[in-house]
């Protein structure tokens, strides 16, 4: 009998592998080639699921941002209690932290894409929509918490959702440049978190 494939399986697999590659060597060395054998898989199975690099590549940064969003989903449903609006956003920003060598590897991985996204359209293009989503969501949720009373008054949910991201964004870096433990990178969300939110509103998850 003929081995059956699992084709989304061998996709995520081939993305894996990208993601691998990018995080320690960056993209511009990175070919279908290099991609096969990074995975274990020929060359033909490489160019059976993908025309490209660049469908390669943006196949995999949407398999990147697929892998977070189903750990965070995962996470807030195996919470005891539902999940208020301050441990939802402290999901979504721990989450992105590079707290161990996966999370650091995604976060790697990010930056080379940041770095192929300044000459390649694409890429900036698929980039480009990722950062004001994620924003838009924190400003949403942050709606939410004001109209429940749960924000400290006066609060600009648009300026606050810029700002959570830039600092996961500032930790993110300093701990991949080893200035910051994961440790203190979380301490940090947590502290900007608890003058966010009035006391009725701060449970943690």
């Known amino acids: 009998m003929p081995k059956l494939v699992d084709h989304d399986e061998r996709r995520r697999e081939i993305s894996a ?4 590659l990018a995080a320690n060597e960056g993209l511009e060395s990175v070919s279908l080639r290099h991609v096969a ?4 898989i020929s060359m ?13 590549l943006l196949f995999a940064l949407q398999h990147l941002a697929q892998q977070r969003e189903q750990r965070i989903t995962e996470r807030l449903s195996v919470a005891p209690d539902p999940p208020t609006v301050r441990s939802v956003l402290r999901t979504c ?20 894409y940041f770095i192929r996204a300044l000459s390649e359209s694409q890429v900036a293009a698929a980039m480009a929509e990722s950062v004001p989503k994620l ?3 924190f400003a949403d949720q942050l709606g939410i918490a004001r109209r429940a ?27 991949v440049l080893g200035q910051r433990t994961p440790d203190e990178a979380v301490a940090t969300v947590d502290y900007y978190l608890d003058r966010l939110f009035t006391p009725s509103g701060s449970a943690t998850s």
């Open 149 to 175: 009373g749960d924000l400290a008054p006066g609060v600009d949910v648009r300026q606050e959702a810029i700002l959570l991201w830039s600092i996961v964004d500032s930790q993110a870096t300093a701990v």
């Open 93 to 112: 920003l721990v989450e992105v932290l590079p707290t161990d060598e996966q999370r650091r590897s995604e976060w790697l991985a990010g930056i080379a």
């Open 37 to 40: 054998a990074e995975a274990g």
């Open 17 to 20: 592998a990208v993601l691998r």
């Open 44 to 56: 033909g199975s490489v160019q059976h699921y993908f025309d490209s690099k660049d469908e390669m």
């Open 135 to 137: 924003i838009a969501f």
